[in-house]
């Protein structure tokens, strides 16, 4: 690996750099208003230059006294807070939109990894689209942006608010990603020149939710092999819209949250036309691109008129109620009658439907066709007071008739009347009573193809169109992997069994590593899988809500812990942390604002009890020491506390406050698997360790090695020498105790915001697996790291008897191993240095030593459980990490005699004996070897009453062992006419050899 010491003054001066980064990194190109003053949370949280906690104390004013969180908004922010609250700036600001970009790139320009040792990452899913055991619409992830090929009807591009720009040539059939070596890429617009669809626009950033930040628009020339930033004289903006000159493809026009731009050179330069801030939505006016309409976030929501092709601007307001009306507003326009443009306006006080508004003079003034019902909301009838319009909120109008108007806020209605009356078209759990179709809830945008005259409809599941104008939807979702994962839990005994919690799309689960079920709705959180018993899984929804399934990873989950129930009586953080017990599977414990333990988690209701009293801040971050089960740490916002009782009786529980890392709030904690003074955190941009649980703690980077991008969590691998990987918002890195600096760990992983990492380890030793949870990209999975003295490949074991385990392996790079046993998984690691010929200190016995690749160990106990570990080792006496195995003298090989196998009379009784040796007690005869079990005792007998020629299946011990006879018996009506010149065809096991072409040659007797 290539690698760059840093001299002192080099150091000095990258110091100065990050510092003058930090202090310079959220102002924006183009001049802004200042859209915090006076300003709601909605307009706050989009704007780049807002200060963290005056959103956060506008935002918490807001709900003081109101308890209608959901559909309502609240989950808006509480999303964009989580996210933020661990990169917010020493000045409340946040990081730049283009920051993560820049100091992406530029570590990538310095440093090199090997690709031998920088993981080997392939995507585990969802790839194809989820099945659904819940009783709403699952989906993979939120779509936000949707355009066409201009002549292939098959050709759609799709953009993620966190996973980029996708492309399928089917239909939705397959998806590809045109833009994987863009970091925390969101695409709010796509535009498609007519003409050459290889020449491609899109612009960036969350439009909706914040979850990505926006650093204005990108160019293709080669259909996204590669792309060119093109924000020159615009700066980091976030797009909402973009406009193509039907006619010039070189002139575009951009509605950002910074103003309006427009360029006439296909993005070389922009021009700023309008300084207003947050314009989300922009139309042409059909037919004459001269006529411009456009829309902005401000409170109440202002409509702006533009007939010079967007040079300048007027504030439109005849027919406009503004008393009343909230921030957000969309526009609608039709090529069936280009005077007609509709604007939906919501209610300042909920955000409810407020007004549909129609023009007939291109704009100039509005009439208000409706204010009701509530389409903003949940239910079929149009009552309630739900919405998220400032969310989700979107129109488009029927290209061949003006008259029929769609609208999506968390569900889609249909007009026919030019927004007079509305009917519900799709619905978040229900078909309405046969007049909607259910499709997932919380829509961003429709857009109809011009190619075949479908609507198609981006919402937080993926992307369903309609071809009959809304009567029945389709759902094309299926391999675009754009889900946006918060957490993940990995089982302990099988690789594939994964539980995670995803936004906006509840909780994702699989048993076999490729097919994932949706087990629960809404946004998911943390999840475990008891590590003792898979059957016990665990799962949360936000703010609180532990759930259990007790029949695995795909079962039913029901609450066993939320505020309110079974005697928990607290808040919780967005995303609750919470643990098992390391070595007591009964006994969990969970944050809320205090700790809560129970020592009976499987039980039903199981009990709670508070470990901690007087806490007002909710727990972010809980972490239990495996080497002393004891001490568990708890991180709340600005504070890091320790107890060292934590299993002891409540009242006897008691606290000690530690150090936080540099003055920073941990975003995780890991600790030493042995030693119970060490433990692990990341805090901003770095990686801490401290010796003496907590109380002081020293940089793990001193050499500035990683990049300086916010860390969201860490995992120690206990099979190495304090070996720890870690997910920042690009990727994953990786350092152990022989490595001076990080290096990046991410071989075929995309630059995505890495929010959890965990370890699967391998009984057997050879497939241990790292599984990283990605907000935008789905689930990924890698090898583990490897380097020096690499383990022994194929380590594998076979009983052969009762009493002889065979054990055999393949060398690597010439290296000689190192074999030992135990009767306990329990293994001491040899030293580099040390020769071993007896045992290891810390367990194991030594079997072998040397170059041989297998071996037999004999004279054990039958029915007895014996644990292996192989090294290897180089000349220098250097050890590879170890591989393990066990197995069992658990021995059987099935096999059987038939009395007579041949019969010339048409019907032939067969007695069968069991011939199988070893131990084994259970018996599976398949006569005919149709794949169905005959009889399950030990010796049966059988009639053949049809002539045939029968293949005869045994396995014995529940299919530990089987055998099969092929074309064992035969039976005929008449007996054949012996050819002494017949030749006998083989068979591949213990047959009669009946196998043969006619005329045959066999007698009957």
Known sequence: MRRHRFTFLTTLLLLFTILWTQKSFSQVAAPVENQSAGKSWLEMIQDPNVNFYEAKSAFNKYWANRTDHKGNGYKVFKRWEYINEARVLPDGKLQAPEYVMNEFNKYM??????????????????????????????????????????????????GAPSGGIWKTTNGGGSWENLANNLPKLGVSSILIHPVDPNIIYIGTGDRDGGDAPGIGVFKTINGGITWNQINNTMGDVTV??????????????????????????????????????????????????????????????????????????????????TTGIGSRMVIGTSPANPNCVYLVQIKLADGTFANLLRSNDAGLSFTSMSTSPNIMGYNCDGSGTASQATYDLCINVDPTNANI????????????????????????????????????????????????????????????????????????????????????????????????????????????????????????????IDYANSNYCYDTYVEGPIRRSTTGPLGSYSTIAANGTNGIDETAAWIIPYFLHKTDHLTMFAGYNNLWRSNNVTSSPPTWTKISTGETSVCKVLEQSAADLGVVYVVRSGSLKRTDNANDAAASVTWAACTLPDGLTPTYLATHPTNANIVYATAGNSVYKSTDKGLTWTTMDPNISLPALSINCLVYDKNSNEGIYVGNQTGVWYKNATMTDWMLFSNGLPPVDVRELEIFYDPIGTQNRLKAATYGRGLWQSDLYESGVLNPANFTTEVSSNTQIDLSWS???????????????????????????????????????????????????????????????????????????????????????????????????????????????????????????????????????????????????????????????????????????????????????????????????
């Open 109 to 158: 320009s310095k440093f090199d990894g090997p690709s031998s040792a920088s993981g080997n990452w392939t995507i585990q899913g969802p790839t194809q689209y989820v099945i659904n055991n819940t009783s709403q619409p699952t989906g993979m992830g939120r779509v936000n942006a949707i355009a066409f090929h201009p002549t292939d009807v098959n050709t759609i591009y799709i």
């Open 405 to 528: 108007v769609f609208v999506g806020g968390i569900n889609t209605w249909k007009s026919i009347d030019g927004g007079a009356t509305w009917n519900s078209s799709t619905n978040w759990n229900s078909t309405c009573g046969g007049t909607g179709t259910a499709v997932h809830a919380d829509h961003h945008v429709l857009e109809w193809n011009p190619l075949n005259g479908g609507l198609y409809l981006g919402h937080d599941g993926g992307i369903t169109y309609t071809a009959n104008g809304g009567t029945s939807w389709t759902e094309i979702t299926g391999g675009l992997p754009i889900s946006q994962v918060y957490k993940l839990g990995q089982g302990a005994s099988n690789s594939n069994y994964t539980v995670m919690g995803l936004q906006d799309n509840g909780i994702g689960a699989t048993i076999n590593g490729s097919t994932f079920y949706t087990v629960n709705g809404g946004d998911g959180g943390e999840c475990i």
């Open 240 to 321: 909402g819209d973009m406009l193509m000159h039907p006619s010039d493809p070189n002139t575009i026009l951009v509605a950002t949250n910074v103003g309006i731009y427009k360029t006439t050179n296909g993005g070389a330069t922009w021009a700023l036309k309008s300084g207003a801030y947050n314009f989300k939505d922009i139309q042409f006016k059909p037919g004459d691109p001269t006529v411009v309409y456009a829309v902005r976030i401000t409170t109440p929501s202002r409509f702006y008129r533009s007939t010079n092709t967007g040079d300048s601007w007027t504030q439109i307001t005849s027919g406009l109620p």
């Open 811 to 1005: 060398l690597t790079s010439g290296n000689n191993v190192l074999l030992a046993f135990n009767t306990s998984p329990t293994f001491g690691n040899p030293v580099n240095g040390n020769s071993y010929a007896t045992s290891l200190p810390g367990g194991g016995i030594v079997l072998y030593s040397g170059s041989n690749t297998s071996f037999n160990h004999t004279s054990l106990v039958p029915n007895t459980t014996y644990y292996y570990k192989i090294w290897s080792y180089d000349g220098a006496m250097n050890y590879s990490a170890g591989s393990t195995a066990n197995e069992t003298t658990t021995y059987s090989l099935a096999n059987f005699n038939a009395d007579i196998a041949v019969s010339c009379t048409g019907s032939l009784t067969v007695n069968f004996t069991d011939a199988s040796l070893g131990a084994y007690n259970s018996w599976a005869w398949d006569i005919d070897n149709n794949g169905t079990t005959d009889y399950t005792t030990q010796n049966p007998a059988h009639t053949y009453a049809s002539p045939g020629l029968y293949t005869v299946k045994l396995a014995v011990n529940n299919g530990a062992s089987e055998i099969i006879k092929e074309n064992l018996v035969l039976v005929m009506n008449t007996e054949p006419t012996t050819n002494t010149g017949c030749t006998l065809t083989s068979n591949s096991n213990n047959g009669n050899a009946y196998g043969i072409e006619y005329p045959v040659c066999i007698r009957c007797h």
